[in-house]
C-alpha cells in the first residue's frame, strides 16, 4: 500500500514527461508492485502505461491486479492490443479476466483468439470460482511417459515461458489421462537414460473439478505440495492447481471468516477502498436481522410484568444472565466452526458435539452460577436466598442452552449448504436471548414461588 | 482423520503377525498419511514400527508429525536410536523437537550430534517459533556465484537428498553474505556455460529473522514466492522459510482466530482429542472476565431503581438497546481486525478509522433507532411518546459508542503488542453493556423529564 502510494505520483510525472523512461522504471519492478502502483493510476494514466511497457511485462501486471480494476481497464483499451494482451496472460487469470467483463466485450475479445484458447477459457469457466476447476490453470507441462529424462527436461526447457510452473509435470497418455507426476527434482537426479515412467509417482494424488477450494488447501497442506493435477472422471488431466493460487485463496478465506465472525456480508476490497455506503449495505441487514430478533425481547419482558412488579429485582440480573448464555454460545460456536474448517469433524458427529457441549455448558454454567448466586446474596440491596438460588440456576441453564445453540447452529447451517462462520457470536447472542428471558423468568417464578394475578 | 483410525488396527496386527509386512505396508504411505497411522498407535506399537521400518521413512514420518506425540515417543526410543532418527529429520523440525523434549533428553542427545548439527540446532532454536527465524530451515542449497549453470545443476544433484527444497539456490560469498537467488528453472533455462551471476535475481526479497510470520505469509502471497531467505542486518544466510511452512501456518494462523473471536483461549489439539478439562480452562477464564464486567450491568440497573420504578417500561428495553451496541460493536471489530490482518492499515490510522466507524454508527443507529421508535409507539403496552423517543435516541447513542469501541479496542491491543483478534464480539458486547445502561436510562430521565425522589 505504502510502495505504491509513493511511487505511482512520481511514475504519473514521468510518464508525461519521458513515457519510455517511466516504462524503464516500471520494468524493474516486481509484477505484484507493478499492479499496485497501476491501480493508484487514473484510468487513462494506467492504459498510457500498459502502452508504453513491454506487452509480457504489462501481461505480468494485469496478472496480478484487483479483478475489478483490471476489468474496468480493459474497456479502454483498443481491441487489438486487448487480444494481445489477453494472449500473454496466464491461462486462469484470463478466464477469470473474461467471467468480469460485459458481455459484449467478452464475446467479441473471445471470438479474436485461437480455438485452442478459446477452447481453454471455456474450460476454465466452467467451474465455480471456489472450485478446483475455478482456481486451476491449464498452463501445465505433460509428458509422454517414454520419454528419457534428458529429453523431458528439454522438453520442459521448451515450453517452460508459458507454463504456470516446471517443477511439477506430469506424464499423460495419447488420450490425455494423467499416469503419473514427475518433479524436476525427480528428473535432475535420475540416471542418464532413465525413462520417465519409472522415475515418475503413479500414484500422485488427484482431486475433481468441482472439489471445494478449501479442501483443496488442505491438500495442498497435509502433503505439502507444489501443484496437484485436477482430472475428470476418466482421469483425463484438466489442469493443475498451484501453491500460490492456494495461499491467495487461504488468505482470501480468513479475511472472509472474520467479518463473518463479527456479523458482517464480507467484502473484498480494502477498508478505505471500500465505498462507506457499501458498508452500510453489508452491515445493515445483518444488524437488521439481529435487531428483529431482539425485539422479541421487549415482547416477552412485557408479557412478564406480573412478575417483574411482583419482585422488582428479578429485572437487575437480566443482562447478566443473557450475555452469559450468549458468550458461551459464542464459544462453542468457534469450536465447532474451527473444527469444521480443518476437517476434522462434520455433521455425522452432531451428536457427540452436541453432548459434549451441553456437558460443558453444564461445567461452565455450574461455576458462574456460583458467582451469581453469591452476587446475588451478598451484594447490593436486591438480594434474598430465593432469587439468588433463581440467579444460580438460570445461569447454568442458559449457559446450557447457549452451548446447545451455539454448536448445533453451526451444523445446521453447513447441512444446509452454507458457510458455518455465519453462526456468529453477535448471532447467537440474539438466538438465545428471547428464549434465556424467558428461561430466567420462569426460573425466578417457580423458585420464588410468584402467581400470576390474574389466575 | 478416516485414513488413520481404518488403518491403524490393521497396521498394529500386521505388526505383531510379520513386522517386516508391516514395514512394506507403512513405506507405501506418503509420509503425513504414516505420521497419522503412528499417531493413532499406543506408545509401545508406536516405538516398534519406528523401529522396523527404514530410518529414512520413520524420520520423514517423525517430521510430519504432530509435536506432542513425537516428543512423548523420543523419551521412549533408545539414545542411539534416537539419534540416528534426529540427524535424518529436517533440521527446522529436528529443531523444533529438541525444544519439546525434557531438558536432560534434551542435553544428552544434543551432545550425540555432529559439532555442524548442534550449531544449526542452537542457531535455530534462538527465535521465537512464530517468527522468520523460528520457521526457517538450515537445509538451503548454496552456490558460488562463479558457478556455471551446468555446475550449479551438478551441485544441486549431489546435495539434493538433505534439502529442503532445491527450486531455490542461494548464491553467497565466502562470508555467507547473501548475493542473489538462482531458481533450478533459471538453471535449467541457462545457456550452456552461463555463470549463475548473470541468472541470478540479485534483487532478491530477504527477511530478519524476527520479522511475524503473518508478515512473512503476507510477502509469500504477495509474490507467490516458494521459498524466502532470512538473512541478519549484514546480509548473512541464516536459513530458508518454504510455502509449505507458510501453508501451514495460514491454516494454523485461521484456526486461533476464528478461537480467539468465540472469545477461546486457543487450542492446537483437535476438538475430540483435546480433554474436556482442558476446553474447560480454555474458556473459563474468558466467560468469567466477561461474566465480570457483565456483574456491573446489575449494579448500574440496581442504581437506577427510582427511574425504572417511575416508568417501569424503562426496563423493558434494556437488552435490545445492549445488543445493538453489541452488534454494532462486533461489526465494527471485525473490520477493523480483517484490515491490520491483511496490512491494509496500522495503529497509525487510529483517528480516520474511528471517525468512520463514529459516522457508521450515526447511519447505521439511525436505521434501527427509527425502527425502535415505531416499535414502541405503535407496539405492546408500554408504550408512550416520550419513550420512544428515548429508545430511539439511545439506539443512537449505543451504535456510535459500540462503534467507537469495536473500533478503537483492536487498534489498542495491536498497539500494546497483542493480537487484535481477541477483541472479539462478546469482549466487546460485554465492554459496552454497562456504560450502554447508563448511556439508555440517562436519555430516558432527560427526555421523560424524571427526578430522583432524594432530591
Chains 1, 2 share one sequence.
Not at 483425463?236 to 463479527?262: C, N, P, R, S, W
Not at 440491596?381 to 452451548?403: E, P, R, T
Amino acid at each position: 500500500v505504502r510502495l505504491a502510494s509513493l511511487l505511482a505520483p512520481d511514475l504519473e510525472e514521468t510518464l508525461k514527461s519521458n513515457p519510455l523512461h517511466a516504462a524503464e522504471l516500471a520494468e524493474e519492478l516486481h509484477a505484484a508492485d507493478l499492479a499496485e502502483v497501476i491501480e493508484g493510476l487514473t484510468d487513462e494514466t494506467a492504459v498510457a502505461m500498459l502502452h508504453a511497457l513491454p506487452p509480457p511485462v504489462s501481461a505480468s501486471a494485469l496478472d496480478a491486479m484487483n479483478h475489478a480494476k483490471r476489468a474496468e481497464l480493459f474497456q479502454k483499451l483498443e481491441r487489438p492490443f486487448a487480444v494481445q494482451l489477453t494472449e500473454l496472460m496466464s491461462a486462469d487469470e484470463r478466464a477469470d479476466l473474461f467471467q468480469a467483463l460485459p458481455a459484449e466485450l467478452r464475446t467479441d475479445l473471445l471470438g479474436r483468439l485461437t480455438k485452442e484458447e478459446q477452447r481453454d477459457v471455456r474450460e476454465l469457466l466452467r467451474y465455480p470460482e471456489t472450485s478446483a476447476g475455478g482456481l486451476m490453470t491449464t498452463d501445465y507441462v505433460a509428458l509422454k511417459p517414454e520419454l528419457t529424462a534428458e529429453r523431458a527436461i528439454d522438453e520442459v526447457r521448451r515450453t517452460a515461458a508459458e507454463k504456470e510452473t516446471i517443477y511439477e509435470a506430469y506424464a499423460v497418455d495419447p488420450n490425455g489421462t494423467l499416469l503419473g507426476s514427475v518433479s524436476l527434482r525427480d528428473l535432475v537426479l535420475a540416471r542418464v537414460g532413465q525413462p520417465i515412467s519409472t522415475v515418475m509417482n503413479a500414484d500422485t494424488i488427484s482431486v475433481p473439478p468441482d472439489m471445494n477450494q478449501e479442501d483443496v488447501a488442505r491438500i495442498f497442506q497435509r502433503y505439502g505440495l507444489l501443484a496437484l493435477p485436477v482430472v475428470d472422471a476418466a482421469r483425463k488431466m484438466l489442469g493443475i492447481v498451484t501453491v500460490d493460487d492456494v495461499v491467495h485463496v487461504m488468505k482470501e478465506e480468513q479475511a472472509e471468516a472474520i467479518q463473518k465472525l463479527g456479523a458482517v456480508q464480507p467484502t473484498e476490497t480494502p477498508y478505505f477502498e471500500t465505498d462507506f455506503w457499501v458498508f452500510v449495505r453489508k452491515r445493515a441487514p445483518w444488524l437488521m436481522a439481529m435487531f428483529g430478533g431482539e425485539i422479541f425481547t421487549a415482547t416477552i419482558l412485557e408479557r412478564y410484568s406480573w412478575a417483574r412488579a411482583a419482585n422488582q429485582a428479578i429485572e437487575v440480573f437480566v443482562p447478566l444472565i443473557l450475555s452469559t448464555g450468549g458468550n458461551t454460545g459464542s464459544q462453542s460456536s468457534s469450536l465447532v466452526i474451527r473444527g469444521m474448517a480443518l476437517g476434522e469433524f462434520g455433521v455425522g458427529d452432531a451428536v457427540k458435539i452436541l453432548w459434549r457441549e451441553l456437558r460443558m455448558g453444564m461445567v461452565l454454567g455450574g461455576m458462574l452460577g456460583l458467582f451469581g448466586f453469591f452476587r446475588v446474596l451478598l451484594v447490593g440491596h436486591s438480594g434474598g436466598g430465593g432469587l439468588a438460588l433463581a440467579v444460580g440456576l438460570a445461569l447454568i441453564a442458559n449457559a446450557c442452552f447457549g452451548a446447545v445453540v451455539g454448536s448445533g447452529l453451526p451444523l445446521l447451517i453447513k447441512r444446509m449448504g452454507y458457510d458455518p462462520a455465519v453462526s456468529s457470536g453477535p448471532f447467537i447472542a440474539s438466538l438465545v436471548d428471547v428464549l434465556g428471558i424467558g428461561i430466567y423468568v420462569e426460573v425466578a417464578i417457580w423458585v420464588l414461588g410468584l402467581s400470576h394475578p390474574g389466575h
